[in-house]
């Protein structure tokens, strides 16, 4: 007869049989990626781009910094919401995927529908100010976020980076995986967007007004 293993009991062998430990399997959850952390935080049937996906798999492998002190990352504190006043319609507008070291929020700004894979990119600050469209699309925003600005939506993208090395590595994987290549600073990616989309601020504006009064 097989004696039992001393962490058995009678109990045990009745509820499942006696099987030896290395036949028992046991099941661990498996840890969200960024990317799904991401999707689970966005407006209900937003799609957003299959670039997004691999960026964030880099990330996951290779870990910060990735470009200068920004962050990808889920909207997993109802970051979007808070910001326009808890008004679910207009947060329902904005998928946030990332963010500043002060908490201002990247977003693609889903104006047509809720394909995300060619709306505009912008940023809310944290304050409510420096709202702006950074870039027309997310390929655009790629070659903005791989020249390395400490903080976009603040830092001047006429000019280079201040420490443009952050984003080295990134910008050498964009180059083979993605088939993008970064300018040296930002200002034809930001002006492009700019005179292609709608002002933001003046969308933020009349949502304002809208919800506030005009003499608020």
């Known amino acids: 007869m097989a004696l039992l293993p001393s962490n058995y009991s009678i109990l045990n062998v009745l509820l499942i049989g006696w099987r030896p430990a290395a036949q028992l399997h046991v099941r661990h959850s498996v840890p969200m990626t960024k990317f799904e952390r991401i999707c689970a935080n966005v407006p209900q049937g937003t799609i957003l ?19 200068g002190c920004m962050k990808l ?24 995927f990332g963010a500043g070291p002060d908490g201002s929020i990247l977003a693609f700004w889903l104006l047509n529908d809720r394909d995300a894979t060619f709306a505009p990119v912008v940023h809310l ?60 600073t930002g200002a034809d990616i930001v002006d492009d967007a700019q005179s292609r989309c709608p002002d933001i601020q003046v969308a933020i504006d009349n949502w304002y007004k809208n919800r506030y009064g005009e003499n608020a």
């Open 73 to 96: 990352r889920p909207d997993d504190f109802g970051g979007v919401r808070a910001w326009f006043g808890d008004d679910d319609v207009m947060a329902s507008n904005f998928a946030y």
């Open 49 to 67: 781009p299959g670039e997004l996906r691999q960026v964030c798999d880099y990330l996951d492998s290779s870990g910060y910094p990735i470009s």
């Open 125 to 184: 600050g944290s304050e409510g100010s420096n709202n702006a469209v950074l870039a027309a699309d997310f390929r655009s925003f790629l070659r903005l976020f791989g020249i390395g600005y400490d903080e976009l939506g603040f830092d001047n993208v006429d000019e280079p980076p201040e420490h443009p090395e952050s984003a080295a590595n990134f910008r050498d994987w964009l180059e083979q995986e993605l088939r993008i290549t970064c300018p040296e």
